[in-house]
């Protein structure tokens, strides 16, 4: 009975904390793809190169959303024709770094820390984002073939769109189209999130495995199986090194809980298949931990 009592208290805590950032995800990305036409996007953010990979990160890192709220803008970039490797750059860079997230890691941690935090997502975005583009195995050839001969072609003899059936439009995308495409996934991340935070064993394992090596394989362990907002999860990670995690477990901790939620790597899969699921999550656990230990290095 109290399993089940704690098991809808986390899913109500859950649901509270993405609902408001995931409405204003499904309406950007709503607003993006109806009202950013499609040259633009074909300009500065399709290419393969240096400058439209650190303009999808720092879009991402500026923008108040968290992993969820990142997602239907996420696959509202890849329908526009934006490359993988910048989509997953994308997704690693919004959550972990939301300014509310910052700021508390700056009252918690210090300084020094939060810049070594900031540039850590920087640098994996970048690296994710090059290897995404280098693995993308997408046919851009025919793709562009099709857009010169006929797609763009033809579009500049369509009616154009009044701007209440534009807002119609995004709005149905956003709000119907949308939810259908990844809304069971990311319900079923909830469901399985409460569930595992509802598990009493966890606690038991923090306060007596928290040193050494095993500090690093608790936040991986931890940081994949808990969905941890940004925000959320920097007082539960202080609250963890005053207690004696030490601080490279705790920065891989930070990155990992925001980056790997289960409804994220549910859409990533679907979206993009499972081959690109085990990339995506490889390359985040491996950076993290490498970035955890040269903090505790340099400490």
Known sequence: ????????????????????????????????????????????????????????????????????????????????????????????ATPATSITAVLLTLKFFGVYFTIYLCVSVLILGFIIGILGNIFDKKEEKVNNVNNQTGIDFLTQFLPKKTFFEKVKSAVYYAFVYLPKEIGLEILIGLFLASFISSLNILKIFVENYLSGVYGYLFSVIFGVLMYICSTASVPLVYALNQQGLS?????????????????????????????????????????????GYVLELIW
């Open 1 to 92: 009975m109290n399993f089940i009592i704690e098991f809808l208290t986390h899913l109500k805590h859950y649901i509270n904390d993405v609902a408001i950032v995931l409405i204003i995800g499904f309406l950007l990305s709503g607003i993006f793809y109806e009202f950013i036409p499609q040259s633009i996007v074909k300009k500065y953010l399709v290419k393969k190169n240096f400058f439209t990979l650190l303009s999808i990160i720092l879009i991402g890192m500026i923008l108040p959303i968290c992993c969820i709220g990142s997602l239907p803008m996420a696959i509202g970039f890849r329908q526009k024709g934006v490359k993988l490797g910048n989509v997953l750059a994308f997704l690693v």
């Open 247 to 291: 601080i490279g477990p705790s920065l891989v901790l930070l990155i990992l809980g925001p980056l790997t939620s289960y409804a994220t790597l549910l859409v990533v899969r679907k979206e993009f298949g499972n081959k690109v699921l085990i990339f995506y999550l490889t390359t985040i656990i491996i950076f993290s931990v490498i970035s």
